[in-house]
């Protein structure tokens, strides 16, 4: 672990003033010399230590007042504040009364122990847990090497990799909860480098190999996620969130589907399907959907739409296993709300 300065914020401007004094685009290359906020720090810890990043300033900005705060309005939807923990969401009684899917979500997440430090930014702005990015062994795309190892026919162990998007690098992002939040089409506000505020949707916020191979999200060196928001559901609106894991224990998703759809009575007028550990992103099922738009849901529809959603599915080597899991999860997750 390299040697850095701590800084405590005291704002979200001071917060943005530290950290652009010493920014670098190379932040995420170990000879990279620059700041990093942390307020879990679950992420930015690992990072340090496995040699990903080496930062000349951490800055903290975990006591920032106000990116704490948690509302819910009727009109206006859900605001989740950067640092609101994955804890606070799961046992508010606003999300679980109008976001089960968001709330079934972050309940999967981690431990107990991790919900209770991990914030809903931190979460999303994590980086992928591909075991050969995490190892200083090997010079992966994403770190600046020439090649994929997950993607080698003879070596790469892939079991836990992308189906969808696979192109080039194969990695998936960590965030089961970004699954939920894309379902729902939150929008994530940010400020940039030069305090100016920007709201993008969800989908936009991360970005494929395919995009950027050197970035995961939209976020530039110093620029600091401040408020999750989410829309309210329309009257009708149903949701459900299921999680496939190797261990009933924690353990990272295998497959993870988050559907929310207006419903008349078990006729889908509106639906959103969005699936998790499949590519390298956060993805919606969009043929799925359209293929469930006025249609009642039942065993032959809900089997009908996983089918459309893996059509396009490129299993690896050790992932095929991959797709009739989806296909389940699919169809378990819409079967729920019908």
Not at 17 to 30: C, G, L
Not at 102 to 107: G, M, R
Not at 185 to 214: C, M, N, R, T
Not at 238 to 255: F, G, I, P, T
Request: aromatic share 6%; charged share 20%; net charge negative.
């Amino acid at each position: 672990m390299n040697k850095f300065s701590w800084y405590e914020a005291k704002s979200v401007e001071d917060a943005i003033e530290q950290a652009n004094s010493t920014v670098s685009e190379e932040i995420y290359t170990p000879t990279g010399k620059a700041s990093i906020y942390k307020s879990g720090g679950i992420d930015v810890w690992d990072m340090v230590k496995e040699g990903l990043i080496a930062p000349q300033m951490i800055v903290n900005v975990r006591n920032i007042k106000g990116l704490d705060k948690m509302s819910f309005d009727p009109d206006s939807g859900l605001s989740i504040g950067a640092n609101v923990t994955l804890t606070e969401i799961e046992q508010s009684p606003e999300v679980s009364e109008h976001y089960t899917a968001l709330q079934q979500a972050v309940a999967h997440a981690a431990t107990p122990q991790l919900r209770n430090m991990s914030t809903l930014a931190g979460n999303l702005a994590q980086r992928t847990r591909c075991w050969y990015f995490r190892s200083a062994d090997h010079p992966c795309m994403r770190k600046g090497g020439d090649r994929c190892y997950a993607r080698s026919q003879q070596t790469g162990q892939n079991e836990n990799h992308a189906i969808l998007d696979n192109g080039s690098c194969v990695s998936l992002h960590a965030s089961s909860v970004a699954t939920a939040l894309l379902a729902y089409e939150a929008s994530i506000v940010y400020l940039d480098a030069k305090g100016e505020s920007h709201e993008v949707p969800i989908e936009d916020f991360f970005v494929s190999p395919s995009q950027d191979i050197w970035r995961e999200n939209i976020l530039s060196p110093g620029d600091l996620i401040t408020e999750i928001k989410v829309p309210t559901p329309s009257s009708g609106t149903r949701s459900h969130y299921v999680k496939q894991v190797a261990r009933e224990s924690y353990d990272w998703s295998l497959a993870d589907v988050a559907v929310v759809a207006k419903m008349n009575g078990n006729k889908c007028e509106k639906i959103t399907i969005a699936l998790g550990a499949a590519a390298p992103t956060p993805v919606r099922a969009y043929r799925a959907e359209e293929a469930l738009i006025n249609q009642v849901i039942n065993k032959e529809s809900a089997k009908l739409a996983g089918e459309t959603a893996m059509a396009s599915a490129r299993p690896l080597t050790m992932n095929g296993y991959k797709v009739p899991l989806f296909l389940t999860t699919i169809s378990q997750a819409l079967l729920e709300i019908a």
